[in-house]
């Protein structure tokens, strides 16, 4: 089964990822996306670990365009 992401979860983990390049991630920009993992996953009855591990994988390691 397919874990689903939302655009918003995306967008959020990419900014938190971003701070974390920059070494500058904060304690509530991390708290913030933990919580909207575990939200998402509630919602969408999946499990947070296949949440968390597919929206690290998505952000952190996108799949080139095929074109």
């Not at 900014?15 to 991630?25: C, I, M, S």
């Not at 999946?46 to 095929?66: F, N, S, T, W």
Request: charged fraction near 30%.
């Amino acid at each position: 089964m397919a874990v689903e992401l939302s655009d918003e979860l995306v967008e959020l983990e990419r900014a938190a990822w971003a701070e974390q390049q920059k070494n500058r991630l904060t304690a509530e920009t991390a708290a913030r996306v933990q919580a909207a993992i575990t939200a998402h996953a509630k919602a969408t009855n999946q499990g947070r670990y296949a949440v968390e591990r597919e929206l690290k994988r998505v952000v952190r390691h996108p799949e080139p365009d095929a074109g």
